[in-house]
């Protein structure tokens, strides 16, 4: 079993930024790709952004695109989610996700992903 532990989330201002830090456990984690998912009060979860295992190839939603890095630290099990210029809207659960299934690297599908972490809470203030 794979554990994710998010953290970095808080309370900015709009047009501030922020990142979002996913530690794993295990030794496996270079072979997972991983991402990011968000969840606003009342909505379905959404994907923001995902990341190949090598770090290489990524994927962002059209809604942070331009504002938004993934990236990851295969040697210290973590990926990190850095947003630019956040507005009202991004408030939501941010939660990091990672495994998908074989000859795949990223899903918009929350069920695709075979690990997910508690998440942490992004408010952005107007």
């Known amino acids: 079993q794979v554990h994710l532990v998010e953290s970095g989330g808080g309370l900015v201002q709009t047009g501030g930024s922020l990142r979002l830090s996913c530690a794993a456990s295990g030794p496996t984690f270079s072979t997972y790709a991983v991402g990011w998912f968000r969840q606003a009060p009342g909505k379905e979860r959404e994907i923001v952004a995902a990341?190949?295992?090598?770090?290489?190839?990524?994927y962002y939603a059209d809604f942070v695109k331009g504002r938004c890095t993934i990236s990851r630290d295969n040697a210290k099990n973590t990926v990190s989610l850095q947003i630019n210029s956040l507005k009202p809207e991004d408030t939501a659960v941010y939660y990091c996700?990672?495994?998908?299934?074989?000859?795949?690297?990223?899903?918009?599908?929350?069920?695709?992903?075979?690990?997910w972490g508690q998440g942490t809470q992004v408010t952005v203030s107007s």
């Open positions: 990341i190949s295992t090598s770090g290489t190839n990524a």
């Open positions: 996700v990672a495994d998908l299934p074989e000859g795949t690297w990223h899903s918009v599908r929350w069920a695709d992903y075979h690990y």
